[in-house]
């Protein structure tokens, strides 16, 4: 982001009603094709798959509840650490404002009522 972006970004402010239609772009958080990124993603698969594994495996052979219980947490911790770093590395960054309309018409608001040709 250069500095004339970011300056504009802070003269802007939260309170600012932006026109509809506007794309308002926030990437100060890096992007999802970062090496640390895609290491991360590949760690987070290889731990899954041997969490998960060893989990099916115990299942197998009828290990007891605790142990079941600490691979099935391991599993989970890591796909939400996964979760996480997609979240907030990965997900695009760009949000486009609509603003909404009233979900129902009254009667006497005729103002706001729509003339579609058929």
Not at 42 to 65: E, K, R
């Amino acid at each position: 982001m250069s500095e004339d972006a970011y300056q504009n970004a802070v003269d802007h402010g939260v309170f600012n009603e932006p026109e509809p239609g506007t794309i308002i772009r926030a990437s100060i958080s890096p992007s999802g094709e970062s090496w640390l990124v895609i290491i991360f993603a590949m760690w987070g698969i290889l731990w899954t798959l041997y969490w998960a594994g060893t989990l099916s495996y115990g299942l197998y052979n009828h290990w007891d509840q605790q142990r079941l219980s600490f691979h099935l947490a391991m599993t989970l911790l890591t796909v939400i650490l996964m979760g996480i770093v997609y979240l907030r590395f990965v997900m695009p960054d760009v949000i486009i404002v609509k603003h909404r309309r009233n979900k129902y018409i009254t009667s006497n608001d005729t103002e706001a009522w729509k003339q579609y040709e058929v």
